[in-house]
């Protein structure tokens, strides 16, 4: 069992950063959140924009042809999609583009995933495509050439460290146990001056938390090799804020519901915001823009009116409720936001190029 694990490690060893609690309660290889379970669905403990309705998925197919097009229509070209989940978006993104371009024979799909059971789920979903599709543990195995990557809800899932303003300056935030043996957060060392705090957040008030993602950089490092050789634009649709912030945005949900970080470890979704400014380091960022107008700009409307002609009462009123879900502010529309980056001789894709219309 993890809990007992992390504790007897703790126990010996001491308190852990609470990037390596996340670490080993998402991706623990024989306990992990993300490699045992299949967590997404109205069954699972979350849903995702593209169990909502094929429409996200098909508003993104839309974005990848505008995108290829505006980089020049290069061939052969590959789509890479980070953390796929149940492969849903990825289906319905291939199903459409096979009605709206039909060269699709000469695109491949690259698929980065580290949960064996939702990689088997993923080959199901996808299983009849014609494109050839290769799975990946991590992005820097994918092969460099033209690329249009997708990223939806991949980066609030990476561990992230936390550091918390005491009397005595910045100190990293770790997880320890308390009096009873249960998980807490306490004090650990101070962070030297001049490392990882930015300079406007050193003088906080006394109890702020700043978090940091490493994990940002190693992403943007395989996507700079990508990028620098090749025609490439990413897409990331996730929920977060331009940093960096003062602020603690690290949660746990289980079966819909937020629940305490420490609650039953490998079997809770841990997730934290994402610095969409940290993710932009380094090449040309469009965005970000909220996924209500993204979506909208891309014809999500048009294509629910569509929709709507061939489907009974009932099936119209859940394509009317779909589209405020995914596209309405007090929804998933302004809590979530896209965020374009492509390689430096590209302009920016549609709808970036656009002036915020809803």
Not at 25 to 39: A, E, I, N
Not at 60 to 84: A, D, K, R
Request: hydrophobic share 40%; glycine share 8%.
């Amino acid at each position: 069992m993890l809990e007992e694990q992390l504790k007897s490690y703790i126990q010996t060893k001491g308190p852990v950063s609470t990037r390596a609690f996340m670490e080993a309660c998402l991706y623990d290889p024989q306990h992990g959140y993300y490699r045992v379970g299949s967590p997404i669905g109205s069954e699972g403990d979350f849903i995702t924009a593209p169990e909502i309705s094929q429409m996200f998925g098909e508003m993104i197919s839309i974005w990848t042809v505008l995108t290829w097009q505006m980089m020049g229509q290069p061939f052969p070209l590959q789509i890479v999609e980070l953390g796929p989940g149940r492969g849903t978006l990825m289906s319905d993104l291939l199903r459409s583009l096979s009605r709206i371009h039909p060269q699709s024979e000469t695109i491949s799909v690259h698929l980065v995933e580290r949960s064996d059971s939702l990689k088997t789920v993923q080959r199901q979903i996808l299983e009849g495509f014609e494109c050839p599709i290769s799975w990946h543990r991590s992005l820097a195995d994918v092969p460099s050439a033209p690329t249009i990557l997708i990223a939806n809800e991949f980066l609030d899932c990476l561990p992230i460290r936390q550091f918390i303003k005491t009397g005595s300056g910045w100190h990293e935030r770790v997880v320890g146990l308390d009096d009873n043996g249960d998980f807490c957060f306490r004090v650990g060392s101070e962070v030297p001056k001049g490392m990882i705090i930015p300079t406007r957040l050193l003088q906080a008030e006394v109890g702020s938390i700043f978090e940091f993602c490493p994990d940002f950089e190693l992403v943007m490092k395989d996507i700079h090799r990508l990028a620098s050789q090749h025609p490439f634009a990413g897409l990331f649709v996730d929920y977060g804020f331009e940093g960096p912030n003062i602020g603690e945005t690290l949660q746990a949900v289980k079966l819909h519901k937020k629940v305490s970080p420490f609650m039953t470890p490998g079997e809770v979704d841990l997730t934290a915001h994402v610095d969409f400014t940290a993710v932009a380091n380094g090449l040309k960022a469009f965005g970000p823009r909220d996924q209500g107008a993204f979506l909208s700009q891309l014809g999500i409307g048009a294509r629910a009116e569509i929709l709507v002609q061939s489907a009974s009462e009932e099936q119209a009123e859940k394509l009317a409720s779909d589209v405020v879900r995914l596209v309405a502010p007090e929804h998933m529309g302004s809590l979530f936001k896209a965020l374009c980056i492509t390689s430096a001789t590209l302009d920016a894709p549609p709808p970036f190029d656009q002036k915020v219309v809803l």
